[in-house]
């Protein structure tokens, strides 16, 4: 792992996410006196079912997929995407160590992290604070049902274009780099449907897809071209958390 960047000024480091954004001076500073700033390596397992819960995450401009696997395979079917809009703990804000998903880093990056146990001090003690994880956790339940009815009725094309759409919203800056196995197995699907989809997508000229570098070439044709979930996602969390749009 690389060396930690530099400990950020708190409004900086606090801005980057937007799931703390909105807390007053007082409570950002308490927050970060807590954590230690990190960075993520690609493909760095932050939790698995099995494992006791250590730690939460706050990325800044990292990105992280939570995922169901079955009989311990290691590619997990994904259920949802974590960047600069969320946190990477939520059993620990139930008062849980255990987690039934699998959250892997797929977008190396900054973040903050904070132990188990100053974390539900912060909980405890902050009531700002403690609101605010908890409609994170309400939002958070509402998108993963989602998830579960998209991968069950939506076409793979839809569902790539919004899987698309949801990490280039958490990546406004940069490239977005995904092989066809790995889309296949972040949306469940045999590779060929992927590259199907992917094709299908280029040809309509809303994606550029050369050597696994994905461009959005038309966003609001991607958007149209995704199933409703997107939308949906969106609009959950800002009513959820408050008007705190996403994008």
């Keep these: 792992m690389k060396d930690n960047p530099p400990i950020p000024e708190p409004g900086s480091a606090v801005r980057a996410n937007r ?37 939460a995450w706050f990325p800044i401009d990292a990105i992280v997929s939570l995922g169901m696997a079955e009989g311990g395979e290691q590619h997990s079917c994904e259920v949802g995407l974590v960047g600069f809009e969320g946190m ?9 160590n255990a987690s ?13 992290r904070i132990a188990a146990v100053p974390l539900r001090l912060q909980l405890r003690s902050s009531e700002a604070f403690r609101e605010r994880m908890q409609q994170y956790v309400l939002v958070s339940l509402t998108q993963l049902a989602r998830a579960a009815v998209c991968t069950r009725y939506h076409r793979v094309e ?3 274009a919004r899987w698309l759409l949801m990490t280039r919203d958490r990546t406004p800056c940069g490239p977005v780099y995904a092989t066809h ?17 992917a094709a299908t997508l280029q040809r309509r000229h809303l994606i550029a897809y050369p050597r696994g570098v994905l461009t ?8 149209a071209a995704a199933c409703g979930c997107y939308a949906a996602d969106c609009a959950s969390y800002a009513q959820g958390m408050q008007g705190a749009a996403l994008a």
């Design 158 to 160: 839809e569902r790539l």
């Design 100 to 112: 039934s998903l699998r959250a892997t880093v797929v977008r190396p990056g900054a973040a903050l």
């Design 19 to 55: 799931l703390l954004d909105r807390l007053a001076g007082t409570h950002r500073k308490r927050f970060l006196a807590s954590c230690e700033p990190i960075d993520l390596p690609f493909g760095e397992v932050l939790m698995r079912p099995g494992v006791h819960a250590t730690h």
């Design 216 to 223: 959005v070439l038309d966003r609001e044709g991607l958007q």
């Design 181 to 197: 196995e790995f889309l296949a197995a972040a949306l469940g699907v045999r590779r060929a449907g992927v590259t199907h989809a």
């Design 88 to 96: 990477v703990g939520i059993p620990l804000l139930l008062g849980s």
